[in-house]
């Protein structure tokens, strides 16, 4: 089945406690994405990859970091967690943003830092 | 100017009514735009895209694209109570950034 897996799903952790959220296309998808989702908010990029060893940042970058070493997977790392940090994160993929095609979501995870 | 606006809502629409949302976007190089569905905790999921001006229709779902205008909308025609939910408007963006409305809360009322 087509699917971006994005793990884990729900996470309690505390400040400054390094943390790595994966996730994981089996579609053969260039461009992959990381997303915060909070109220009021709406989707915010964190960052994306046009493709292996190609990330920028997205609206959103401070106190995360990604890494592209494999097409399949793109794994996004907070290296000192923070309350404000606290959301709700999605990993997304698509075949190419030049092509015009969608985006694919992962299930999510929640993340609570105290 | 956010890359993408809709209207928060709350949109309230009774059983078998036509619900419509709306988009505008900023980047005048964009060329494909989505709509995505969002139940609460859940993941967006795609409902339909749109690549040229005028209308497309998929079921019970149209989407409406003006360029010049930079306005995208989505009409839900025969709403029913499932169809309750966030609709997100997606535009990527001549950057490769792929950006998000912050979406529009949809009730269909029985």
């Known amino acids: 089945e087509a699917q971006v897996t994005q793990n884990p799903r729900y996470l309690i952790t505390v400040t400054g406690k390094k943390l790595t959220v994966t996730c994981s296309q089996n579609?053969?998808?260039?461009?992959m994405s990381w997303y915060r989702q909070d109220p009021g908010l709406g989707l915010r990029q964190i960052y994306y990859?046009?493709?292996?060893?190609?990330?920028d940042k997205g609206d959103v970058p401070e106190g995360y970091k990604v890494s592209r070493k494999e097409k399949r997977n793109f794994p996004l790392i907070l290296e000192s967690p923070s309350p404000n940090q606290t959301s709700l994160y999605f990993c997304?993929?698509?075949?190419?943003?030049?092509?015009?095609?969608?985006?694919?979501f992962g299930n999510g995870t929640r993340l609570t830092v105290t | 100017q956010k890359e993408v606006e809709q209207n928060s809502g709350p949109l309230s629409v009774p059983e078998g009514a036509i619900a419509s949302l709306n988009c505008t976007y900023s980047?005048?190089?964009?060329?494909?735009f989505f709509w995505y569905r969002q139940y609460s905790g859940k993941s967006p999921e795609l409902i339909m895209f749109?690549?040229?001006?005028g209308d497309k229709e998929d079921g019970r779902f149209t989407a409406q694209l003006n360029k010049a205008s930079q306005y995208v909308s989505l009409l839900i025609r025969d709403s029913q109570p499932s169809d309750s939910a966030t609709y997100l408007c997606?535009?990527?963006?001549?950057?490769?950034?792929?950006?998000f409305g912050t979406g529009t809360s949809l009730t269909v009322i029985p």
């Open positions: 579609m053969n998808h260039e461009y």
């Open positions: 980047d005048r190089g964009s060329q494909s």
């Open positions: 990859s046009m493709n292996v060893e190609v990330t």
């Open positions: 749109i690549y040229s001006n």
């Open positions: 997304a993929s698509s075949l190419s943003i030049d092509r015009n095609s969608p985006l694919h």
């Open positions: 997606a535009v990527p963006n001549t950057g490769n950034q792929f950006y």
